[in-house]
């Protein structure tokens, strides 16, 4: 099998890795959701094991090589940690979720800014590689599990409670990680209604995903229903890109930073039941060319969708791709007084 050393010489070295393209001053909501062209440089750290020469040392050390299957691909910037903690203001005291740890070169960030870090890994080899590096610190721990199949909340409300009966002013926690791409969309809508333990979600997703999350723009053919969750419960912000050569194996795209700010429950838009409110965008979208009145026909009849839409101040031949969250919840209400 292929080993990480024998790729070594594949790899441009690391001054040679692009750093990430960072949004410059955010004078707008609009400013905030899409990239700019400000540089930041990966300043050298005398001394200290870069992530890239780490990284393939850590991988060799157990005989692994990338398993795409998991979605594994591991940053080698160590410029990129350092700014995904920023986005998160990751300080003394906090604690953090990380899902995939890998070699933990984020972790390695996040504990010497001061956090606690639970780390959820399914690789086994990577649980055993990240409890061997960081054995001699209790800031860590690190649970061999599927993220998208444990209960995280289980895991992480006693380590707050505990916080609490220490006196520490902690209230919720944040969750910073690289995300493996394959399971982004499933992570995010486990984490986004969960404003009540984590403040903050801070991911580093496929370009193309980034985009489409935080975008606003409708009338485009990317305009989903995931649109509608991520709004209703959080404000998503794209932060910067990532190229794709700064990650081992290289993928296929290039990468970007989303901030998730969770919103809590008082700040939810106003619906009886969320359940029933996204049954109805699902089958909004579901007929994605159709008007609403013939799309959501099983609902009520098409007349009495066209009364609700123009109580909703919305055109009576309206489209799902044509609606914001607010106008979805309006139309929701007025449905559910029919």
Do not use: W
């Not at 441009?12 to 400000?38: G, Y």
């Not at 080899?125 to 061999?144: N, P």
Request: charged share 25%; hydrophobic share 40%; aromatic share 8%.
């Amino acid at each position: 099998m292929t080993t990480a050393v024998q790729l070594f010489h594949s790899l441009p070295p690391i001054a040679s890795l692009p750093t990430a393209t960072v949004p410059a001053a955010k004078s707008s909501a609009r400013a905030r959701n899409q990239p700019a062209s400000l540089h930041v440089v990966c300043a050298s750290r005398k001394g200290r094991d870069d992530d890239y020469h780490a990284t393939l040392k850590a991988l060799n050390s157990k005989g692994r090589f990338p398993r795409k299957s998991l979605g594994q691909h591991y940053m080698l910037n160590p410029e990129i940690n350092e700014q995904l903690a920023r986005a998160a203001n990751v300080e003394e005291g906090d604690v953090v979720l990380e899902i995939g740890p890998g070699t933990g070169s984020l972790t390695n960030v996040l504990i010497n800014s001061g956090a606690t870090v639970l780390a959820i890994e399914k690789d086994p080899h990577m649980v055993d590689l990240v409890r061997e590096r960081f054995e001699t610190t209790d800031k860590f721990k690190v649970l061999q599990e599927d993220f998208v199949k444990c209960h995280i909340r289980s895991h992480i409300s006693p380590i707050l409670e505990n916080r609490k009966a220490l006196n520490v002013s902690l209230i919720r926690a944040k969750v910073v990680s690289n995300l493996p791409f394959n399971i982004s969309t499933d992570v995010i809508k486990l984490l986004l209604p969960m404003g009540d333990i984590f403040s903050e979600v801070v991911l580093l997703l496929q370009e193309e995903t980034a985009v489409r999350l935080v975008e606003l723009s409708l009338r485009t053919s990317e305009y989903r229903p995931i649109n509608i969750f991520v709004n209703f419960y959080s404000e998503p912000e794209y932060n910067f890109r990532v190229p794709r050569t700064n990650f081992f194996p290289q993928p296929n795209v290039d990468a970007a930073v989303v901030t998730f700010r969770l919103k809590q429950a008082p700040d939810y838009p106003s619906v009886a039941s969320t359940k029933s409110f996204f049954s109805m965008v699902h089958s909004a979208f579901n007929g994605k060319r159709k008007m609403l009145r013939r799309s959501l026909q099983h609902i009520c009849p098409s007349n009495e969708i066209e009364r609700a839409l123009g109580d909703a101040g919305l055109p009576t031949t309206s489209r799902p791709e044509e609606l914001t969250l607010d106008d979805f919840v309006k139309l929701y209400n007025m449905i559910a007084k029919v």
